[in-house]
């Protein structure tokens, strides 16, 4: 039976996950993670993706992104196979290093609600995984770093829009004296140019006076 063709379209978002061969480790430790981050902001030139999620975990991992143009199979086909190569030279072993097909989830970016629900699915994987397996890499841990001035968030990453719907919840009601500062700063011009540019983001202090 032929597989099932991929759904393509410019500007086209996915919910992608893939997972290591057999169950196996597609990441050993922080050299291959890094590597894999690498490898896949590399993807991103080529292609011009956005990534506005992701999770590394030790067998899998899954991403939110973003296609400006119908090139999610010609992409993943390249990020896969190049980490492969990458991490099997290291390694010094030669083997597949993912499990079949992975899965593209496309997703309705005009519906409210489903960005912020899909990247909470997303970020909690470690929480699912249980406390037996370490976190290992989020993208919380790229805005986290910039906003204490740390390591500057990598270029293709671009969390603005989930971080904004998050603020649009049931809930806020009852946030509001948070929630109204909060989307004020984010999308003040100055804040926009900084999650353009990877650079700490100016955060209202609460709870001050």
Same mark, same amino acid.
């Given at each position: 039976?032929?597989? !099932? %063709?991929? +759904? &393509?379209?410019?500007? @086209?978002?996915y919910?992608?996950?893939?997972?290591?061969? #057999? =169950?196996?480790a597609?990441?050993?430790?922080?050299?291959?993670?890094?590597?894999?981050l690498?490898?896949?902001?590399?993807?991103?030139?080529?292609?011009?993706?956005?990534?506005h999620?992701?999770?590394?975990?030790?067998?899998?991992? !899954? %991403?939110? +992104? &973003?296609?400006?143009? @119908?090139?999610?199979?010609?992409?993943?086909?390249?990020? #896969? =196979?190049?980490y492969?190569?990458?991490?099997?030279?290291r390694?010094?072993?030669?083997?597949?290093?993912f499990?079949?097909?992975?899965?593209a989830?496309?997703?309705?970016?005009?519906?409210?609600?489903?960005?912020?629900?899909?990247?909470?699915?997303?970020?909690?994987?470690?929480?699912?995984?249980?406390?037996?397996?370490?976190?290992?890499?989020?993208?919380?841990d790229d805005?986290?770093?910039?906003?204490?001035?740390?390591?500057?968030?990598?270029?293709?990453?671009?969390?603005?829009?989930?971080?904004?719907n998050?603020?649009?919840?049931?809930f806020?009601?009852?946030?509001?004296?948070?929630?109204?500062?909060?989307?004020?700063t984010l999308?003040?011009?100055?804040?926009t140019?900084?999650?353009?540019?990877?650079?700490?983001?100016?955060?209202?202090?609460?709870?001050a006076?």
């Open positions: 039976m032929a597989r !099932p %063709l991929r +759904i &393509e379209f410019a500007g @086209a978002t919910h992608i996950m893939a997972r290591g061969n #057999q =169950g196996r597609i990441f050993d430790d922080d050299r291959d993670r890094q590597r894999f690498e490898t896949l902001g590399e993807a991103c030139d080529k292609t011009g993706w956005r990534i999620a992701y999770v590394l975990m030790g067998n899998h991992y !899954p %991403l939110l +992104i &973003e296609t400006p143009e @119908a090139n999610l199979v010609a992409g993943m086909k390249w990020l #896969q =196979g190049t492969t190569q990458r991490y099997n030279g390694h010094r072993v030669f083997r597949h290093l499990q079949g097909r992975y899965k989830v496309p997703v309705d970016g005009a519906s409210a609600g489903y960005w912020e629900t899909v990247s909470t699915y997303i970020h909690l994987n470690p929480a699912r995984a249980g406390p037996r397996r370490p976190i290992h890499r989020t993208a919380c805005v986290w770093q910039a906003s204490q001035g740390g390591p500057v968030r990598p270029i293709w990453h671009n969390p603005s829009r989930p971080l904004s998050a603020l649009a919840t049931p806020e009601a009852a946030f509001r004296p948070v929630t109204t500062p909060l989307r004020k999308s003040s011009p100055k804040n140019a900084n999650l353009s540019a990877g650079k700490p983001l100016a955060l209202p202090i609460f709870g006076g």
